[in-house]
């Protein structure tokens, strides 16, 4: 499904290389998570997939479902399904919380050929999904992030993510400020989306979103690159000893 | 009404603005009438007054009304305070008077009115036809009637060519007629009324207007009367090296209500044109105005030639206890915009409003504001203004409030936003404060951010296109105005927003 090839990319302002060759595929139907510690580049790779400025790829391809992406505007990138949860989701006051999902849903259906949802169907909707995330009409009817606490930030771009059906979901860090409950959650939302039809790239510091989302593939990436893969006990292993063993290893 | 549609209008953009964005790519009523026209020789003086007094079968007293705007106006100069550059205007190289040949006899009723003109009104989505409520209200039965009528005067360059609803609005005792008319049929209301809020000395432009105003409209309410439908007058300007001086005067007499909208449009010319129109509105006693405009004359082309030089004097007087008066606006045209819709809150307990939204895009420059006066005890105003500027324009919020010494336990409350997009656009507030009692507060909040490109990015990343995004981003921030506008204008004007705005971010 997206299949990361030899992706270099480096700032655009600065000539500083961030990814350093990432090679990375994620099949329909699989979690593959990405941990490893601050200024490894997880972040970064979150931002160059789904196409925001600053960056230079200098090497490499990104396929999604066999399309090349990284020529293709951010709204292109996700008319074709690709999601990213934001490490700090974005306010933009005045804008209703409906209205911003609602002009989302139907610009992506726009652009795939498809009719748009009418007032009546996407209400029903989008209580339906919010009601799962335990997200009030009240929440609905306020500005986009506008006020809203970090758990409720969070769960918000769950809702996103539900009412958009992408193929391909990114979180990036989404389990950053967030309380026991509140992971759970966002976590069971997660859980709620997961489909043969649907990969994710879980992208995080700690193993205790893990504990919630469980993943069928852990990469562990330190400056720039995938520097070891594996299944779930991986991520315990950084758990427990730190990614200082991984990175003497690789090195 | 469904949850839903609520949500449409009044929570930010729809799919309709978005459409527009997509459908219209520049200003969308550049086109003009070709049709025969009748011009007065260019310039002003005596003979031109009087000749536009005579085409308008004017009486005397009307006629020396204007020949002492025109001596006063001699003796005046172009005022220069405000933050707008232009080159010299040359009063003398202008058409003051046009219109079409077919008006010259005064169409009886709008059957007899040339087609052409009626298709004009139409292609821009003005109806003319009384069985047609405004485009865009279908459907919204919000009255219990299940009708939404709007009433509407139409404005051709310097003539009214029909308004719709008369007969029913005379049952109702509402007079809505051009001005023109007024003038002829209502001799001692337009004489008692008339430059009775903006004096004939008020300013340069003002003064100009009074000695040579074409048309405009004429409403009154009489006391105790609802006016049973909106009231609108539509401003076109369609001959070229002509400018428009239309005077509208309102009066709404005590514990009446009427809400007014007013548009207006111009086709696209190379060179610029002149506007000065002159507003005046009386509020008796308990009576309600609310006045509402989307102002979108042409505002030039992207290199800044062209467009409408809009100068515009607005006032409204709150004679009476209990009066209250709202101003709403939506500055999107207009190369120059000039222009300070204010309040005189002379009643006790009076309250003014003004909601501004005012873009200024590519060469565009907008001076715009409120003056607050506040003249009787315990009156009350609010000034909500929102400026958007993008590409090399310069949008400038001037504001006056005043409280009288004899305007004791008088409120203010005034917020003024901008929102700048690029970096070579400008943005200036300039707040006049002048209190002169003790018991009087008086609040001011100002706010300038940009638009952020990770909201942007944001919105993008869900699936909008960039100018979708931007005009999202954009209604969000005007919100608390839209708001405050009639139904069908919000949509309106919410297009308005997204389409002026096109080509400023990439």
């Not at chain 2, 007293?61 to 003796?75: F, H, P, S, Y």
């Not at chain 2, 360059?157 to 809505?176: H, M, P, Q, W």
């Not at chain 2, 715009?368 to 993008?390: C, D, E, F, P, Q």
Request: charged share 25%; aromatic share 8%.
């Amino acid at each position: 499904m997206l299949k990361i090839n030899n992706l270099h990319v480096s700032l655009e302002d600065e000539d500083k290389e961030i990814l350093k060759g990432v090679d990375l595929t994620v099949d329909a139907g699989k979690v593959h998570a990405i941990m490893g510690p601050n200024g490894s580049g997880k972040s970064t790779l979150s931002y160059v997939l789904s196409g925001k400025e600053g960056y230079n790829v200098t090497d490499g391809s990104v396929e999604l479902n066999g399309d090349d992406i990284m020529e293709l505007e951010p709204e292109e990138r996700a008319a074709l399904g690709l999601f990213l949860a934001f490490q700090y989701p974005i306010e933009i006051p005045g804008v209703g919380n409906m209205t911003f999902l609602r002009t989302a849903l139907n610009a992506q259906r726009k652009a795939r050929g498809e009719d748009e949802i009418g007032a009546t169907d996407f209400l029903r909707l989008v209580r339906e999904k919010a009601a799962a995330l335990k997200i009030d009409s009240d929440m609905l009817k306020r500005p986009v992030n506008v006020g809203f606490s970090g758990g409720e930030k969070k769960r918000n771009e769950i809702l996103q993510m539900a009412m958009l059906e992408p193929k391909i979901c990114i979180l990036d860090e989404t389990d950053s400020g967030l309380d026991v409950d509140a992971m759970k959650l966002v976590a069971n939302g997660v859980n709620a989306l997961r489909d043969e039809g649907r990969g994710f790239l879980v992208i995080t510091h700690y193993q205790r979103l893990l504990d919630h989302i469980k993943p069928d593939v852990v990469h562990i990436m330190a400056d720039g690159k995938i520097i070891k893969s594996g299944g779930p006990e991986l991520a315990l292993e950084v758990e427990n000893n730190g990614y200082s063993d991984l990175l003497d290893e690789a090195s | 009404m469904e949850a839903g549609d609520t949500l449409q209008v009044k929570d930010g953009v729809d799919q309709e603005t978005i459409d527009a964005v997509k459908e219209v790519s520049t200003y969308k009523y550049g086109w003009d009438t070709d049709i025969e026209m009748e011009y007065a020789p260019k310039g002003v003086n005596e003979d031109i007054v009087k000749l536009i007094s005579e085409k308008n079968l004017e009486p005397e007293w009307m006629t020396n009304w204007r020949l002492e705007a025109l001596e006063r106006w001699k003796k005046m100069t172009e005022p220069k305070w405000a933050m707008v550059d232009y080159p010299e205007i040359d009063f003398q190289d202008q058409y003051y008077y046009a219109r079409p040949k077919s008006m010259v006899e005064k169409p009886k009723s709008l059957d007899e009115v040339d087609p052409k003109l009626l298709a004009t009104y139409e292609k821009l989505g003005i109806p003319l036809k009384e069985q047609m409520i405004l485009a865009g209200v279908e459907g919204q039965a919000d009255k219990p009637d299940g009708e939404r009528k709007v009433a509407v005067d139409a404005v051709f360059d310097s003539v009214s060519v029909g308004t719709t609803f008369k007969s029913e609005l005379k049952k109702a005792g509402v007079i809505f007629c051009s001005i023109s008319e007024a003038i002829k049929e209502h001799p001692e209301l337009v004489k008692k009324y008339l430059g009775s809020v903006v004096p004939v000395s008020d300013n340069f432009y003002a003064t100009l207007n009074s000695a040579v105003f074409s048309d405009g409209s004429f409403v009154y309410i009489p006391p105790g009367v609802k006016c049973p439908m909106e009231l609108s007058t539509y401003f076109r300007i369609n001959a070229e090296n002509t400018g428009q001086f239309e005077r509208t005067l309102i009066i709404a007499d005590k514990g009446s209500y009427v809400s007014y909208l007013e548009g207006c449009t111009a086709p696209k010319r190379d060179t610029a044109q002149l506007h000065a129109a002159v507003v005046e509105i009386v509020v008796e006693e308990d009576a309600e105005v609310k006045y509402s405009t989307v102002q979108n004359w042409f505002p030039g082309d992207e290199n800044g030639n062209g467009g409408i030089y809009n100068f515009v004097t607005k006032r409204a007087d709150c004679r009476g206890d209990r009066a209250k008066v709202m101003w709403t606006q939506v500055e999107t045209g207009s190369a120059v915009t000039w222009k300070y819709p204010s309040c005189i809150l002379r009643g006790d307990e009076s309250q003014g409003e003004f909601y501004s939204i005012a873009i200024a895009n590519n060469h565009q420059q907008a001076d715009t504001g409120t003056k607050m006066l506040h003249l009787g005890k315990n009156t009350k105003s609010r000034i909500v203004s929102k400026g958007i500027s993008a590409g090399v324009a310069q949008n400038t919020y001037r504001g006056q409030v005043n409280m009288h010494p004899r305007a004791k336990n008088s409120r203010n409350y005034t917020q003024c936003d901008s929102l700048l997009i690029g970096d070579k656009c400008g943005a200036h507030t300039v707040p006049y404060i002048e209190v002169k009692n003790n018991s009087s507060r008086v609040e001011h909040e100002a706010t300038t951010s940009k638009v952020d490109d990770d909201q942007l990015f944001y919105c993008r990343q869900r699936g909008m296109g960039e100018e979708e995004a931007v005009a999202l981003v954009v209604n969000g921030f005007c919100k608390d105005v839209l708001q405050a506008l009639p139904m069908e204008f919000a949509m309106e004007a919410q297009q308005l927003v997204a389409i002026s705005l096109e080509g400023s971010v990439g």
